[in-house]
């Protein structure tokens, strides 16, 4: 198994562009998270999926932020516009349950300058 | 309100000495799991524990153990004989129908 498989694994932007990022979780696990990590805010959770469906968004910070699972084996993290302080690494797992051992990607630095 | 709170932000020991590493929590809800994730130097998260809130048994896992206190909502591990290995970021995390990790605690264990 080939475990979470995030792309990219680094990004660099200016202000203002749009940013995607992307997430392949592991086969056969209803649940996608995904998380951002500063040194400001430590680990967050950003929302969660359950068998595609969005099941809570509290954690996106802003408008800016949207994320979308079309499929069972792929989910996206959008930034648009992006800004410097999003500027963190983004992370996302996956599990069989809610309260399942989550399983990590590797993460996206995100660097917006 | 759900909330995790580690609240020792940094800790540094020298190699072999044992290291507790504290969790408390609240919750208001009767079922719910506790995590520990171990986050190393080179980024990633790897799980390393997950109880519910009716077993309140401790493990014991090689050098590393788990003590629940549902009467103090604590969830303390515990290192012994540090080893430089185990440096890395340590969190907590509380998960019912909500989520919540905690802030995490830097361990540097020297040699």
Redesign the interface.
Known sequence: DAGVIQSPRHEVTEMGQEVTLRCKPISGHDYLFWYRQTMMRGLELLIYFNNNVPIDDSGMPEDRFSAKMPNASFSTLKIQPSEPRDSAVYFCASSPGLAGKQFFGPGTRLTVL | AQKVTQAQTEISVVEKEDVTLDCVYETRDTTY?L?W?KQPPS?????LI?R?SFDEQNEISGRYSWNFQKSTSSFNFTITASQVVDSAVY?CAL?????R?G??TRLTVKP
Not at chain 2, 95 to 99: C, I, L, P, R, T
């Open positions: 799991y995590f994730y980024g990633e998260l790897v799980f997950r519910n969190f998960v019912n129908n909500d989520m990790f802030a995490g």
